[in-house]
């Protein structure tokens, strides 16, 4: 089992920055993959980043490439992502997944087995 409690989000301006955290139980978290995903009113959820078990390799959607960073504290049970340039496409609802399955990064977000509750991101123009 996993439990995830996202926190950071709100309402900013565009071209500013934004870090979303999301803490994690359980004693499987070393070994895991993790993603950022986020919905839109109206649209389907997107991934947006996913790292390994290890942090070693991420992946980005291309919209968010050189804008945004995941990252991986394992000692602690923590996933981040860094939000910069932050611009009004990306408001959204940020949600962070485990992919208790495989420690493999992957985009479909039918792999991502636990969700957290979701982060509201307002990006003004």
């Known amino acids: 089992q996993v439990q995830l409690v996202e926190s950071g989000g709100g309402l900013v301006q565009a071209g500013s920055s934004l870090r979303l955290s999301c803490a994690a139980s359980g004693r499987t978290f070393s070994s895991i993959a993790m993603g950022w995903f986020r919905q839109a009113p109206g649209k389907e959820r997107e991934f947006v980043a996913g790292?390994?078990?290890?942090?070693?390799?991420?992946d980005y959607v291309d919209s968010v490439k050189g804008r945004f960073t995941i990252s991986k504290d394992n000692a602690k049970n923590w996933v981040y992502l860094q939000m910069n340039s932050l611009e009004p496409e990306d408001t959204a609802v940020y949600y962070c997944?485990?992919?208790?399955?495989?420690?493999?990064?992957?985009?479909?977000?039918?792999?991502?087995?636990?969700w957290g509750q979701g982060t509201q991101v307002t990006v003004s123009s």
């Open positions: 790292i390994n078990w290890s942090g070693s390799i991420t």
């Open positions: 997944a485990a992919r208790s399955r495989s420690g493999y990064v992957v985009r479909s977000r039918y792999e991502y087995n636990y």
